[in-house]
């Protein structure tokens, strides 16, 4: 069966507008869909790199208990997660998993390590 959604655990975390801390959330695979209509987005027109912006809020259903994850959180995020989330989201989407080969520096053996929960 296909894996359609994947845990993430933002590096730092969204803290929204009442000072709670968000950091475990759900990113869905995108669909052609995802990628094409926000290209036709005015915000994306005018710059380019807010194309991001509106994919990853089209694609992340959930956020610990936000309950809309829209631009505004996308926007909110900081620079790190925003990182994380793009490389999660390219990871996911192109290999269909959420595991990045890595090798120990020690006794260069290599092993798969989860994108979802870094730092574990």
């Known amino acids: 069966m296909l894996q ?10 969204y803290v929204d507008s009442e000072g709670n801390l968000h950091k475990h959330g759900v990113m869905r695979l995108a669909t052609a869909a995802d ?5 036709r987005d ?3 027109k005018a710059n380019q790199a807010y194309l991001v912006v509106i994919l990853l809020s089209r694609v992340i259903t959930k956020l ?19 990182a ?14 959420a595991m990045i080969e890595a ?8 092993f798969g390590v989860e994108l979802g929960h870094p730092g574990e």
């Open 84 to 97: 994380y989330l793009q490389n999660f989201y390219r990871q996911i989407n192109e290999d269909g998993h």
């Open 64 to 82: 610990d208990n936000l309950s809309d994850i829209n631009t505004k959180v996308i926007e909110g995020l900081f620079s790190a997660d925003l």
């Open 4 to 13: 359609t959604e994947f845990e993430f655990t933002l590096p730092r975390g």
């Open 103 to 110: 090798t120990c520096p020690e006794c260069n053996k290599s």
């Open 35 to 39: 990628e094409i209509l926000p290209l």
């Open 42 to 44: 005015p915000r994306v």
